[in-house]
């Protein structure tokens, strides 16, 4: 079974520019996850997708960050425009169902450095 | 206060000691506890997963939960060199309907 396939690995951006990020989710999953995690933190829950649905986005910096699951499967998260403070690694992880939250999977993440 | 507060370390000790990690927690609705491990450069994979309160053995893990005290444990016996990596704490009041609240991780090192 293939895993959470994520891309790109790293991205180095200058603040004010844009980005953004690809997830493809373990093939059945229904629910995907999008977390931040900042050196030396664990990680932020950004937005919880159940198929193509938003179940929880409200840590979500709304203003300049943005994600969507087209169709139930991949999906992209964007950030316009970047800052300083959006240096990070974005993981995206999937759980067969919402009550399966317990059992995600996780990709091995994208490393944003803003300078 | 945080939600759930993690002893970052690092923590070094010789292959084959005894590993305690632990997290304490704030919020009482609780219910839900898990252990991930990170691995330099990749993302967090599920080692132990446990409801409310008591003990759950995996092999060389043991998971620990006090809901009275607010505190929970992994026990790591025989440790390894591979043993080696980041461990997260996670919890959920309710699977499903609310979102996993990570610690900030306890960074281990085993010696060979």
């Known amino acids: 079974e293939a895993g959470v396939a994520q891309s790109p690995r790293y991205k180095i951006i200058e603040k004010r520019q844009s980005v953004a990020f690809w997830c493809n989710p373990i093939?059945?999953?229904?629910?995907l996850y999008w977390y931040q995690q900042i050196l030396g933190q664990g990680p932020k829950l950004l937005i919880q997708f159940q198929n193509n649905g938003v179940v929880d986005d409200s840590q979500l910096p709304k203003d300049r960050f943005s994600a969507e699951r087209l169709k139930g499967v991949d999906s992209t998260l964007k950030i316009q425009p970047a800052k300083l403070e959006d240096s990070a690694v974005y993981l995206c992880?999937?759980?067969?169902?919402?009550?399966?939250?317990?059992?995600?999977?996780f990709g091995p993440g994208t490393r944003l450095t803003v300078t | 206060q945080k939600e759930v507060e993690q002893d970052p370390g690092p923590l070094s000790v010789p292959e084959g000691a005894i590993v305690s990690l632990n997290c304490t927690y704030s919020n009482s609705a609780f219910q839900y506890f898990m252990w991930y491990r990170q691995y330099s450069r990749k993302g967090p994979e599920l080692l132990m997963y446990t409801y409310s309160s008591g003990n759950k053995e995996d092999g060389r893990f043991t998971a620990q939960v006090d809901k009275s005290s607010k505190y929970i444990s992994l026990f790591i016996r025989d440790s390894q060199p591979s043993d080696s990596a980041t461990y997260l704490c996670?919890?959920?009041?309710?699977?499903?309907?609310?979102?996993?609240?990570f610690g900030q991780g306890t960074r281990l090192t085993i010696n060979p």
């Open positions: 996670a919890m959920s009041a309710r699977l499903g309907a609310q979102k996993l609240v």
């Open positions: 093939s059945g999953h229904a629910t």
């Open positions: 992880a999937s759980s067969q169902t919402r009550i399966r939250a317990y059992e995600q999977y």
